[in-house]
């Protein structure tokens, strides 16, 4: 199996390493991985790649929005666990981490019109999409920018729908009350928010680096 990739620096136990390699990636997703360390792009862990793709086919969903392309690790594993006829509309502000990403799609043989990848900042792009016209939204962007994606997240998603945040660990330092970086503290307002707010049904799970998962109130 292939090692983890993972944003978190604090050390971590055995299980943890376990479950992040309990899947094994094949070389479409290795080469977009490769890709990113090129770019110095961070994808998402194997674990949270792994999750994504199960959470894209228990959802059913059709429709996804993603905040932050990168190579097209997380891009791949959405579309995987999706129909043939579910479509990710993906938003970046890195052309040429979306051009890898779009390769990354052609190596793994999806049709191309099943990736919209939209170059451009996530608060310009997103509030021109459609209300309540999404059945997973997926934040892995500039995680400073995160509750006015939730904000974004909660209109855009239909009854029902996923929110899934990346992240929401952040290195760990999420749940430590003395850490008060700009990030840390971003991270932490979203999911007190997602907590409090009454919208969502909310879980966190110690995934990758932490990935926040809340279904939208019907």
Not at 172 to 197: F, I, M, N, Q
């Amino acid at each position: 199996m292939p090692s983890p990739t993972s944003r978190t620096t604090a050390k971590q136990p055995a299980s943890w390493a376990f479950t992040e390699q309990f899947v094994a990636e094949d070389d479409v997703l290795q080469r977009a991985r490769e890709r990113a360390a090129d770019l110095g792009v961070e994808p998402v862990s194997t674990g949270v790649a792994a999750t994504l793709t199960v959470l894209a086919a228990a959802t059913r969903a059709r429709t996804v929005v993603e905040v932050g392309t990168g190579t097209g690790v997380s891009t791949l594993c959405l579309l995987r666990g999706m129909g043939e006829d579910g479509v990710v509309t993906t938003i970046d502000s890195d052309a040429e981490a979306q051009r890898a990403a779009r390769e990354a799609v052609a190596d793994d043989g999806i049709r191309t019109n099943r990736a919209r990848l939209i170059n451009g900042r996530a608060l310009e792009v997103l509030p021109r999409l459609t209300d309540a016209a999404y059945d997973l939204v997926l934040l892995d962007g500039d995680e400073r920018e995160y509750s006015a994606y939730l904000e974004q997240a909660l209109r855009l998603l239909r009854p029902g729908g996923l929110l899934v945040v990346d992240d929401a660990l952040w290195k760990g330092k999420v749940a430590d009350p003395a850490a008060r970086e700009a990030s840390t503290v971003a991270l932490r307002e979203v999911g007190r928010t997602v907590l409090e707010d009454g919208n969502w049904y909310p879980t966190l799970l110690p995934t990758g680096d932490g990935l926040l998962l809340a279904v939208k109130h019907g």
